[in-house]
């Protein structure tokens, strides 16, 4: 065991996982893009584009991997959150539509149950592509993209105030019903 924290720290001290994590995540991706879109037909090509591709990340690895790093987090407390709302939505039983047919006897059959991520599917993607932006400026992507004359902004207090805004829009909108 001390032998393999021994190798760990040594491939930690010479930079290995900074450069190593960023191709690996370089390589995965594309190949999993070009795999999923089946482009070119063979697969030795798409992994051969893979890992050229990859390697042209060498040279940004170690800035990157400190927004990666930084992003990591924010995009762990994201998805937590999220995840955190779905299961609250699935407790208290929230169901927004509901497909039935009506019986001899004058009753409702219901044949399926939408949840809100099912029938609001775009507006959930919309809002996640939207916090993964903020994290990515959060955590430093535009002064990586060469944006320094941006001020700081305090992101806690923007998603808040927009919470509220969300919900005095939501209850304007069903006191209009």
């Given amino acids: 065991m001390a032998s393999m924290v021994h190798v760990m720290d040594s491939l930690s001290q010479t930079k290995f996982f900074t450069y190593a994590i960023p191709w690996l995540l370089t390589f995965a991706v594309v190949f999993g893009i070009l795999e999923h879109y089946q ?3 063979s697969n030795s090509a798409r992994t051969i584009i893979s890992l050229v591709i990859a390697f042209f990340v060498m040279p940004v690895a170690e800035p990157m991997m400190t927004i990666i790093a930084k992003m990591g987090m924010g995009m762990l407390i994201l998805f937590a959150g999220l995840l955190f709302i779905l299961i609250l939505f699935e407790i208290a039983g929230v169901r927004t539509k509901f497909v039935g047919e009506s019986t001899k006897e004058g009753k409702v059959k219901i044949k399926s149950v939408e949840r809100p991520v099912q029938t609001f599917y775009k507006h959930f993607g919309i809002a996640v592509a939207i ?29 808040f105030i927009g919470a509220i805004l969300l919900i005095i829009w939501w209850m304007i909108k069903e006191g209009s019903k």
């Fill in 39 to 41: 482009m070119p037909r």
């Fill in 131 to 159: 916090l993964a932006v903020m994290v990515f400026i959060g955590s430093g992507g535009l002064e990586y993209l060469g944006y320094t004359s941006i001020p700081r902004i305090n992101y806690t207090l923007v998603f």
